[in-house]
């Protein structure tokens, strides 16, 4: 099956910094999704992204399946940004079961 | 536009119990998936149901069973609970024809086995 692999496992910022998480795919993939989840255990969709980038504010994220790999970018980082940043991707179609990394801590401190 | 909704929130239970959790899909949707997240770890995949029937399924024994009702909602069902199963349980739901549609997940049900 698919192996994801998030980098690094734990990120501490100062407020308004930025920041770069990255994720490692095993297989050929036609669909990512990069999740944040909140302290209460919710997750947050941030992006579908197959492939090429995508923004939203202050996040933005890129794909580049040919080389099986997905970059999150958080900007001018906020204390709200705080939480477990996962990505995750499916094994056929973007319905079938998703693979999740083991996810990224983010830790911003104001 | 409703969401993802699952219940309960928490959950408290001993060893050999059985558990059942709710999930209703957000509007429009009519696939459940539900996943186990153990502390610390990324959610792992446990089945889906389409059609009112398991259509994918994780390397989860058969302690663990689900359902799912004409009105799309589905059920999640452990018995003879051990310690092990404690976890936050997480169901997404998805538009089965949408191929390159998310999936989207609800709070969670958070289970203790004591």
């Known amino acids: 099956g698919i192996q994801v692999e998030q980098s690094p496992p734990d990120l501490i910022l100062q407020e308004g910094a930025n920041s770069t998480l990255r994720c490692n795919f095993s297989?050929?993939?036609?669909?990512l999704q990069w999740f944040h989840q909140n302290p209460w255990g919710q997750l947050i969709n941030l992006f579908y992204?197959?492939?090429g980038t995508k923004q939203n504010g202050r996040l933005s994220a890129t794909t580049v399946a040919t080389e099986r790999y997905s970059l999150l970018y958080i900007s001018s980082s906020q204390t709200t940004d705080s939480g477990v940043y996962f990505c995750?991707?499916?094994?056929?179609?973007?319905?079938?079961?998703?693979?999740f990394g083991k996810g990224i801590t983010l830790s911003v401190r104001p | 536009d409703a969401g993802v909704t699952q219940s309960p929130t928490h959950l408290i239970k001993t060893r050999g119990q059985q558990v059942t959790l709710r999930c209703s899909p957000k509007?429009?949707?009519?696939?459940v998936s539900w996943y186990q997240q153990a502390l610390g770890q990324g959610p792992q995949f446990i089945f889906q149901?389409?059609?009112?029937?398991?259509?994918q399924r994780g390397n989860f024994p058969d302690r663990f069973s689900g359902h799912q009702f004409p009105n799309y909602s589905s059920e999640l069902n452990v018995n003879a609970l051990l310690l092990g199963d404690s976890a936050l349980y997480l169901c997404?739901?998805?538009?089965?024809?949408?191929?390159?549609?998310?999936?989207?997940f609800g709070p969670g049900t958070r289970l203790t086995v004591l």
């Open positions: 997404a739901s998805s538009f089965r024809d949408r191929i390159t549609d998310t999936q989207y």
């Open positions: 297989d050929s993939v036609n669909n």
């Open positions: 992204i197959p492939s």
């Open positions: 995750a991707a499916p094994k056929t179609g973007a319905n079938s079961k998703l693979t």
């Open positions: 509007s429009g949707h009519d696939t």
């Open positions: 149901y389409y059609e009112e029937e398991e259509r």
